[in-house]
T-cell receptor, first 114, second 112 residues
Framework: SAVISQKPSRDICQRGTSLTIQCQVD?????MFWYRQQPGQSLTLIAT?????????ESGFVIDKFPISRPNLTFSTLTVSNMSPEDSSIYLC???????????FGDGTRLSIL | AQSVAQPEDQVNVAEGNPLTVKCTYS??????LFWYVQYPNRGLQFLLK??????LVKGSYGFEAEFNKSQTSFHLKKPSALVSDSALYFC??????????FGAGTTVTVRA
């Protein structure tokens, strides 16, 4: 399976600032996804990162808050903008081929907002 | 709409005993079912999947899962648990789509 590297692995940020999380894959992949895992909770899909076009956001998530880039088939970034303590979560990147193929996950970015 | 229920927040077993983590699902159409494990400070690791065919699927680290269509269940099992199996386990479902719906997770603690 693909090797997925996420940076940074963790960060502590001040409210009102923004942080960009990077996701690098060691092979070209069709689909890349960004998830949020709030403390003690399950994973929620934020958006699907589409190569060459705008990301597809899930209900409750908007581009102004979570802008996503996908410049090629091996790389994507997620920015968490104007952060508040409620944004303290683990943010996970995953890759997959869709359908009956499993998604594979990076180790996540653990974000705390003060 | 699709959803997954993991009815147990925590499962505690003694090392060497059988381990079962329960999962039920709801989906329109044929389900694709997955189990993942998450260790502290790590992402999710894929354990096994059910797509079609044999109802008993075998996966990594000695885990297996049984698909039961009539009960819409996909329980994860391991005949003899290890202390190193202590982790957070997630069941997920999709149907002819790429969007996974995850359960709330079950924390497994295996005591020595």
């Amino acid at each position: 399976s693909a090797v997925i590297s996420q940076k940074p692995s963790r960060d502590i940020c001040q409210r009102g600032t923004s942080l960009t999380i990077q996701c690098q894959v060691d092979s070209q992949v069709t689909m890349m996804f960004w998830y949020r895992q709030q403390p003690g909770q399950s994973l929620t899909l934020i958006a699907t990162a589409n190569q060459g076009s705008e990301a597809t956001y899930e209900s409750g998530f908007v581009i102004d808050k979570f802008p996503i880039s996908r410049p090629n088939l091996t790389f994507s970034t997620l920015t968490v903008s104007n952060m508040s303590p409620e944004d303290s979560s683990i943010y996970l990147c995953s890759v997959g081929a869709g359908g009956n193929q499993p998604q594979h996950f990076g180790d996540g970015t653990r974000l705390s907002i003060l | 709409a699709q959803s997954v229920a993991q009815p147990e927040d925590q499962v505690n077993v003694a090392e060497g005993n059988p381990l079962t983590v329960k999962c039920t699902y709801s989906v329109s159409g044929n389900p694709y079912l997955f189990w993942y494990v998450q260790y502290p400070n790590r992402g999710l690791q894929f354990l096994l999947k059910y797509i079609t065919g044999d109802n008993l699927v075998k996966g990594s680290y000695g885990f297996e899962a049984e698909f039961n269509k009539s009960q819409t269940s996909f329980h994860l099992k391991k005949p003899s648990a290890l202390v190193s199996d202590s982790a957070l386990y997630f069941c997920a479902v999709t149907s002819n789509d790429y969007k996974l719906s995850f359960g709330a997770g079950t924390t497994v603690t295996v005591r020595a």
